[in-house]
């Protein structure tokens, strides 16, 4: 039933959206088993947009945000590509652009530099982000870094995480041009 996807609103709805509320809290457990557990099934459920605006407005965040920190690189994996399908609805980017989920994801994308999945995700979040109106925010959190770091390491990536990395950086450019611009400037300075 969880895989049907006509059948998730009615599921969801069910109860003041009980079901949702629990995998919420499953997401914080103690047990890394059912903390992923929890964020795949919520991955399989977050196909519609009402379901991804649900999440946020419910305060998803500070149980996704630990499981991005793991230790566990499956957490991770399951965690970046929950995040980054919940950017795609653009009332929730607003909400997505702050300063915890930035910089939770930069350090995501510099510590897990050779990780096609985790980059391609993280790079494909930071891509939705840029149609925000709080593009600045997005470039200047430590996510550039990390795209600029794995595009370094592009040996590590496979095509579609290395198309990922350099079609965010272009979507960041193209939109926000003048921080961008501001950014690489200085990041340049830096390095010389």
Known sequence: ??????????????????????????????????????????????????????????????????????????????????????????????????????????????????DPVIIGHAACFVKNLSYSKSIKRVVESPCVEGLLQALRGAEYLDEGALHCVTSCLGELVKHGEVYFGRYLKCHLMNVS
């Open 1 to 114: 039933m969880a895989t049907n996807s006509q059948r998730h609103e009615v599921m969801l709805q069910t109860g003041d959206r009980f079901l949702l509320r629990i995998l919420l809290s499953l997401l914080s457990s103690s047990v890394d088993k059912v903390s992923n557990q929890a964020c795949v099934c919520l991955r399989n459920l977050v196909t519609s947009e009402s379901v991804q605006t649900s999440l946020i407005s419910m305060g998803i965040l500070p149980h996704l945000l630990p499981l991005l920190d793991s230790n566990n690189a499956e957490i991770q994996q399951n965690s970046i590509v929950l995040l980054r399908m919940l950017s795609q609805h653009p009332a929730n980017q607003d909400a997505l652009v702050c300063h915890e989920v930035l910089q939770s994801v930069g350090k995501l994308l510099i510590t897990r530099k050779t």
